[in-house]
């Protein structure tokens, strides 16, 4: 009772600003949300913080996770109602990679936000092959190819090469082997078999999670790790390593984190999933506005130990707009992180495919599907009307500017060439996208025990 008063207080309160009326009151009122320990998650802090989910008429509890297969399960298993996912949980959920279990967006979190960072002792094998500027300073972006000194040296030593990243089907994953294979070195298959990705594999990919990448480093359990924020500049605050390519090296502007729920939750809860989305909106559009003006404050906020509990000098790096790579090597990087800018809260179709024909490419897609199976499968999965919908009345609310939104899209980007290997990715050709590396499957190709055959 008390609740229910409150909540009526609160939509008093907002009537003007936010025009809930009572045929769009949330059918669920209280959620709880998962998210892991990275900036990335900071849509989920500003909007708790800044009272968007009051706003909406949501009680909202924010529950850190201890790593993404704990996320994904507790959202399928109903523990959590919704979660901070890897883009392409979401998708290989949904066609039973891994975990089986229809997951869709209506949000994205991000853009970018990643990088790929090495041990010293790999860094200055590395560091020879690697051109100079006028200052002395290492020229980016850097190549995979000026990783084979260190994999040579490895191999002549009889150890393994290992890399870490954080799950088998997160942008990590996929931008580690997209940088590795861009410079000629193979980062391997998967198999029906075998999900491990090692198969013919010259660096050897692993899972850890985000907040022990620094410390598996130091250790040197592994030799290098491609994770987000603010782990590789946790790692050069600790001397102990040396950032190499970002993601906006490797494949820039593509969908990052997503709002993971299950497909069942939204059908049966349209009014919580559009107040939902909408308070995620208005977060993403605070992060970025004026630019990037409030990225201060939300430094300070995420760096509480409820959310990401990392030092505010290790967080400001990448959140304000700058990165460092060594020590003193601080360059402007202003779209690092990117929160509302460039449409980046829209589940972009195209977005989805990329990531499909990336599981594809390394064999976690084990077969050959046809381009109708690649833009189906994704639009099933990032709900563009949904997002549509929850903007749409922010700006009849007058929260949001209309530019802001994409209204009108097919849901495909336009074709892009600014990845590291120069290939253009048109989403709406996805097969011919696959069949243009010269590194991973393509055709009919599948894996079968240690080969490819077709």
Request: proline residues 7%; charged residues 20%.
């Amino acid at each position: 009772m008390i609740r229910n008063l409150l909540a009526t207080t609160s939509v008093i309160a907002v009537v003007g600003t936010t025009a809930l009326h009572a045929d769009t009151f949330p059918e669920i009122e209280d959620l709880t949300l998962g998210f892991i320990k990275l900036t990335d998650m900071a849509p989920l802090a500003i909007a708790y913080e800044r009272g968007y989910f009051e706003d909406e008429g949501l009680f909202v509890t924010l529950e850190a996770q201890a790593n993404w297969k704990v996320l994904i399960d507790g959202v399928i298993d109903g523990n959590l109602h919704g979660a901070h996912m890897l883009a392409g949980q979401p998708l290989a959920a949904t066609i039973g990679f891994g975990t089986e279990a229809h997951i869709v967006t209506p949000f994205v979190f991000d853009l970018n936000g990643n990088a790929t960072t090495v041990s010293n002792e790999v860094w200055e094998l590395m560091r020879p092959a690697i051109p100079s500027d006028a200052d002395g300073k290492p020229v980016h972006p850097i190549s995979a190819e000026a990783l084979r000194p260190a994999l040579e040296a490895f191999a002549d030593q009889g150890r393994p090469f290992n890399m870490g990243m954080v799950f088998p089907v997160s942008t990590h994953n996929f931008e580690l082997r997209y940088w590795l294979a861009a410079g000629g070195i193979h980062p391997g298959f998967y198999s029906a078999d075998n999900i491990a990705g090692q198969i013919g594999a010259e660096a050897l990919l692993s899972v850890t999670p985000p907040p022990q990448m620094p410390a598996t480093l130091e250790a040197g359990t592994i030799s290098g790790y491609t994770v987000g924020e603010p782990w590789n500049q946790q790692a050069v605050a600790m001397g102990i390593g040396v950032p190499v390519a970002t993601d906006l090296d490797i494949f820039p502007m593509r969908a990052e984190k997503v709002l993971g729920l299950r497909a069942d939750f939204v059908a049966q809860n349209p009014n919580t999933v559009r107040a939902l989305t909408r308070a995620m909106i208005r977060a993403g559009i605070w992060l970025d506005e004026n630019d990037n003006a409030n990225r201060e404050e939300a430094v300070q906020i995420i760096s509480s130990p409820n959310y990401v509990g990392a030092d505010p000098e290790v967080l400001r790096n990448s959140m304000t707009g700058t990165f460092e790579y060594e020590k003193g090597d601080v360059r402007p990087v202003p779209d690092f992180n990117v929160f509302s800018r460039y449409y980046a809260n829209y589940p972009f179709t195209s977005d989805a495919v990329w990531y499909l024909t990336q599981m594809r490419r390394w064999g976690q897609i084990t077969e050959a599907k046809s381009d109708e199976w690649y833009i189906e499968t994704a639009k099933s999965v990032f709900l563009s009307d949904l997002f549509e919908e929850a903007a749409q009345s922010l700006v009849a609310d007058g929260l949001a500017p209309a530019e802001m939104f994409p209204f009108g899209t097919d849901g495909f980007r336009d074709v892009v060439d600014h990845a590291i290997d120069g290939l253009p990715f048109d989403g709406r050709a996805p097969n011919a996208y696959i069949d243009s590396f010269p590194l991973g499957l393509t055709g009919e190709q599948v894996v079968v025990g240690t080969q490819v055959q077709g």
